[in-house]
């Protein structure tokens, strides 16, 4: 028998073997500890695996599990019982929490915040939020949830709100089942690779095409070959020629990754149904078709057992659908020309709010793209009408019915969205304001450097330039009463915001502008 690694993890002594696995791979694949996560895979970037070791945050993907030999592991659920009470109903009740995959790492830091340092103002917050990276809520909800559970140390129950009306406004907002409570906090979205047994096999995408099987993920990945990757020094190009013509206004945009912290994953029986990739998020539309779920039940059969397919971070920003680039040009009667990267409905997209537009695919060589990313294509288009007409504020209204008006200053972010019965305000709140967030980063500094021969450079999350919480302004969000149908309103947040943002700019032709200020106190 090996040698193996003794230490206590959330109160208990446990031993693993001393294989050279992660401190993240020995709590999830060893001892069945879920509640941190892989967002990274593992970059140390995310702070989904966000553990404390001896009392201080570690990240659990790059810590090596004999490092923590004869110490103390605390994960969100070894903190005390008041402890995730407080905090997981702070983030139920603000809207902190919406797939709940990088929230047990936030709430393990600032449960740890606020006993070291209760009087910490939202400034001190922003900066310990550094460390991690939420596509989700956009920051504020968050800020919010401190607020709640530190400075006024309120407690607003989950029940005081119906959780199924929640649940309904949630799955309009991202597309598929989304779970509300506070479980979902702590880390009990109920995400495919929590779900999946012990002692599965591990697949993973081989560098060489098809998939590498192996007994332990650190095995399945040397097997496979996989490469820690990296942030590139090539810069941001934008594929997609502007069409000739005299356009009043010009835009350009480059390759995006949609930056889902749940990277891919599923599981099967042999013979069963594969575990779905969309448990409790919808990650804007980019895991439609996902590889994952046919992998594993194909792998399974193969096999004779039970098998997890699970893709790195670099997998998913290589083999993933990003937002289809494109330039365009329009005049101020509304007419105009998008060439667009050659992408299934994108220009069905298009026309069907821009009928002024002449729509032109062109083959670009890059990574695949989809039309099924939160509303590509109509939304750059409704982004340029608003802006060819002159509109302050700006007013735009989804092919769905959904309304948004929205206006950017220095200092914040002004919205009033009208997309029928509200059914939960709090989650509707929380979905528009992490679409502005997404808003903002499209038009000020998201985007990844692809080659000319189209081969993706930036591979990890920090490359992606999702805004953090230091650089994200205060969002306000009016949501407006009514007893229409509910339809998705943070689609329409999300364009109404990017417009907003493109004019305060003075429109700009080049995506990402690269204006990232960061707020200052």
């Not at 040698?3 to 709590?27: Q, Y």
């Not at 936030?106 to 400034?123: F, Y």
């Not at 709100?161 to 598929?176: H, I, Q």
Request: glycine fraction near 10%; proline fraction near 7%; include cysteine.
């Amino acid at each position: 028998m090996g040698a193996s690694i003794a230490f206590e993890v959330d109160g208990r002594a446990v031993e693993v073997p001393d294989d050279g696995a992660s401190l993240l791979e020995a709590l999830r694949d060893r001892l069945g500890v879920r509640s941190p996560k892989d967002g990274c895979s593992p970059q140390g970037q995310c702070g989904c695996c966000t553990v404390l070791v001896d009392g201080s945050p570690r990240v659990a993907c790059v810590t090596p599990a004999r490092r923590v030999a004869g110490r103390a592991v605390t994960t969100v659920e070894g903190l005390s019982e008041d402890v995730q009470v407080r905090w997981s109903e702070a983030f139920c009740a603000t809207g902190a929490s919406q797939c709940g995959f990088c929230t047990p790492g936030i709430i393990v830091r600032l449960a740890r915040l606020a006993t070291r340092a209760p009087q910490a103002d939202r400034h001190a917050v922003e900066r310990a939020l550094a460390a991690h990276l939420c596509r989700c809520t956009g920051w504020r909800s968050i800020l919010d949830a401190w607020d709640l559970a530190v400075v006024t140390a309120g407690c607003s129950r989950a029940s005081d709100r119906s959780l199924e009306a929640a649940a309904a406004r949630a799955a309009l907002e991202g597309g598929t089942h989304q779970a509300v409570g506070p479980a979902v906090a702590l880390g009990g979205g109920g995400f495919a690779d929590d779900t999946a047994p012990l002692d599965a096999l591990v697949a993973v995408p081989a560098g060489a095409g098809g998939w590498a099987v192996a007994e332990t993920l650190a095995e399945a990945r040397a097997a496979a070959g996989k490469v820690q990757g990296r942030r590139s020094t090539v810069e941001l190009r934008h594929p997609v020629a502007v069409p000739e013509g005299a356009w009043d206004l010009t835009l350009r945009t480059t390759w995006l990754e949609p930056a889902y912290l749940e990277t891919d994953a599923s599981w099967c029986e042999p013979g069963g149904e594969p575990a779905t990739p969309l448990a409790n998020g919808g990650a804007f539309g980019a895991k439609l078709a996902s590889p994952a779920p046919a992998a594993a039940r194909r792998l399974a059969d193969e096999h004779g057992r039970t098998v997890r397919v699970l893709l790195s971070r670099e997998d998913c920003v290589r083999l993933g659908p990003k937002r289809p680039p494109l330039a365009a040009g329009i005049r101020s009667d509304a007419t105009g020309t998008v060439h667009v990267a050659r992408t299934p409905g994108v220009a069905t997209a298009i026309a069907s709010v821009a009928p002024g537009l002449e729509v032109v695919e062109v083959d670009v060589m890059g990574p695949p793209t989809s039309a099924d990313l939160r509303a590509a294509g109509w939304g750059e288009a409704l982004v340029l009408l608003a802006a060819a007409a002159g509109q302050r504020p700006v007013t735009v209204t989804t092919p769905s019915g959904a309304t948004a008006t929205a206006h950017v200053d220095d200092d914040a972010v002004w919205v009033r969205v009208d997309c029928g019965e509200p059914l939960d305000e709090v989650v509707l709140r929380s979905y528009c304001t992490g679409a502005a967030h997404m808003a903002l980063g499209w038009v000020r500094s998201e985007g990844i450097a692809v080659d000319q021969a189209g081969l993706v450079h930036d591979l990890t999350v920090r490359s992606f330039g999702v805004l953090r919480a230091e650089e994200t302004p205060p969002v306000e969000i009016e949501v407006v009463a009514s007893d229409a149908p509910p339809v998705n309103g943070s689609d329409a947040v999300f364009v109404a915001v990017a417009a907003a943002e493109w004019i305060r700019q003075g429109c700009p032709q080049d995506w990402p502008t690269g204006t990232t200020p960061r707020r200052r106190a």
